[in-house]
């Protein structure tokens, strides 16, 4: 969790809640790939703490304007004015504390869904008496998008919701990827987005078990049969 006062005002983010799926997928497309090396070092270092101490001059610029982008972009507030009027203790701590609050994946092992504009979507273990997971797996769309979540492809993570999650009882209908996938982006927040993840992840292994299970048991079969 980050607080801080700034300008007479209290901003605050303490988790994933706090942050829509559209504002994380565009500081992934457009910040993330500007972290500056000496951040980066800081994140693969076991001492995180002594190497950003020993960051050079050079360094220390480098990572103090990326840390100002960041902190504009998740607490809206003008990037020249946290340049000009922010002190630095103020803004490395929004900053680090974004980063670890970032860092940290709470699972919800119970959640099934959400609600939309009034409108509850279900994953696919709410109804799976209707639908099944390899129904799911033959969507095109869906592998698409799963293999490049699975690939750490967090831009892809929208349109898997879209496949996924729908209203109860309404079939696949690929014309309506699109439509869901813009509004799960501007009203799901990144909480969501991960249950999702967590869900998936889930299904998969609980899938890959079953098959796992129904393979020895036709192993089985098929030696009692020799016999």
């Known amino acids: 969790m980050v607080k801080f006062e700034f300008e007479d005002k209290e901003y605050c983010l ?16 457009k910040l993330l790939p500007k972290r500056p090396e000496a951040i980066v070092k800081v994140f693969q270092a076991e001492e995180m703490e ?36 922010m002190e630095r203790e103020t803004l490395e701590a ?14 919800s092992v119970d ?10 979507y279900l994953l696919p273990s709410k109804f799976m008496e209707n639908s099944t997971f390899q129904e799911f797996a033959e969507c095109a769309q869906y592998q698409q998008a799963l293999e490049k979540v699975e690939g750490g ?11 996924l999650a729908r209203p109860k009882g309404e079939a696949f209908d690929s014309t309506k990827i699109k ?7 501007k009203h799901l927040t990144m909480n969501d ?20 299970i129904y393979s ?12």
């Open 153 to 163: 492809d967090w831009l892809a993570l929208p349109d898997l919701i879209a496949v």
């Open 179 to 185: 439509e869901r996938r813009e509004l799960f982006l």
């Open 50 to 85: 002594q190497v950003r101490l020993n960051w050079s001059v050079q360094e220390e610029v480098s990572a103090a304007e990326y840390m100002c982008e960041v902190v504009a972009y998740f607490f809206d507030i003008d990037v020249t004015v946290i340049k000009t009027i």
């Open 94 to 107: 929004a900053y680090w504390g974004i980063e670890f609050t970032l860092l940290r994946f709470p699972e």
């Open 14 to 29: 303490g988790s994933w809640k706090d942050i829509k799926l559209s504002v994380y997928v565009q500081y992934i497309e």
């Open 111 to 120: 959640y099934v869904g959400f609600k939309v504009e009034g409108v509850e």
């Open 216 to 227: 020895m048991l036709k192993a089985l079969e098929n030696l009692q049969v020799k016999e």
């Open 193 to 212: 987005a991960l249950q999702v993840a967590f869900f998936l992840h889930r299904l998969k292994q609980k899938y890959t078990d079953n098959l796992t």
